[in-house]
């Protein structure tokens, strides 16, 4: 379980200070970092934070050092995730016009050197040293696996081929779902589901029903999948003000963490700094969805964007 976790940019846009944002970003409407901590916890649960600390760029390290001592207060782990647009933020809100907002739309040297700093800066917020690294919008090329690499950062979570060839443009199979060694670092990509128009949909918790999800994760176990990771997000179970719940997406989150939970002896879950050896670069495919779950899905969907819109 991977739950990106972040102020989002745009709140910090709109005009918010970093406690507004807060607010709205990590702990929104009662169901964000600390809802799903708790959820964790009732279940038995491990799951991997990947925090975005370059906002201290703006703000100071006060709202990182926030997110990580709860979650690891709470016995999760945390690790490295990076937009790099905070580099060029401004206190007013405006958007420099030289913002580059993928970290793929840096060379190789600057990719690093964000890496770098952004290493830094977590490890200042009270994070361990992070092994494992996820870029925001999944916006990764091979490069950015050389500067992870050179960094000495031993896995990349940040391959998904729903989003490839861009912003996720490994140089991979967009249907890799197989851990495998390239250029030197693990990924892990994001699991995946093939639709019935030979596409990718990823197993990320607003994207997918609960049925898709249990159809996922049950076909991970019966091929002997060597790893099974969906994404959430710190604000992700909230209408996109972060004033709300929405409930078909809390509804999602929490039955995702009661199948874990059931399938905890044939699943285990587990942090990336407790991995072994992985099996690397094993012949699997994401798993295909039938119409019957993708109508369910767009009917979730469709009660979900009304909900939205009342929030509005």
Not at 153 to 182: F, K, M, T
Not at 210 to 224: G, K, S, Y
Request: hydrophobic share 45%; glycine share 8%; with cysteine.
């Amino acid at each position: 379980m991977t739950i990106d976790t972040e102020l989002t940019w745009r709140h910090h846009v709109s005009g918010l200070g970093w406690q507004e944002n807060y607010a709205l970003s990590v702990e929104p409407a009662g169901v964000g970092l600390g809802y799903q901590l708790a959820m964790l916890e009732r279940h038995g649960l491990k799951a991997c934070f990947f925090v975005d600390p370059m906002p201290a760029r703006l703000f100071g390290i006060a709202p990182v050092r926030w997110m990580v001592d709860t979650i690891l207060e709470a016995g999760q782990e945390v690790q490295l995730h990076l937009h790099p647009m905070w580099e060029r933020a401004r206190a007013n809100g405006t958007v420099a016009k030289d913002t580059v907002f993928e970290l793929i739309d840096h060379p190789l040297d600057k990719q690093r050197e964000l890496i770098e700093e952004a290493r830094e800066l977590l490890v200042e917020a009270g994070a361990p040293d992070p092994v494992a690294f996820r870029a925001g919008s999944y916006a990764v090329n091979d490069d950015s696996l050389r500067a992870l690499a050179q960094t000495g950062i031993r896995y990349d979570a940040s391959h998904n081929g729903c989003e490839g060839p861009w912003p996720s443009a490994l140089s991979l199979p967009l249907e890799q779902v197989a851990p495998v060694d390239h250029h030197g670092v693990i990924e892990v990509p994001v699991s995946q589901l093939r639709t019935a128009n030979g596409g990718l949909r990823h197993l990320q918790i607003c994207a997918v029903s609960l049925a898709e999800m249990v159809h996922a994760l049950d076909h991970a176990i019966a091929e002997d999948h060597p790893v099974f990771m969906p994404v959430g997000h710190s604000f992700e179970l909230a209408t996109r003000d972060g004033r709300r719940v929405n409930p078909v997406v809390r509804k999602r989150f929490d039955g995702l963490c009661a199948l874990l939970a059931a399938r905890r002896d044939a699943a285990p879950t587990m942090h990336f700094a407790d991995l072994g050896a992985l099996p690397l670069d094993r012949d699997i495919a994401p798993v295909d969805t039938s119409p019957t779950l993708v109508a369910g899905r767009m009917v979730g969907q469709l009660w979900a964007n009304i909900v939205e819109k009342r929030a509005a």
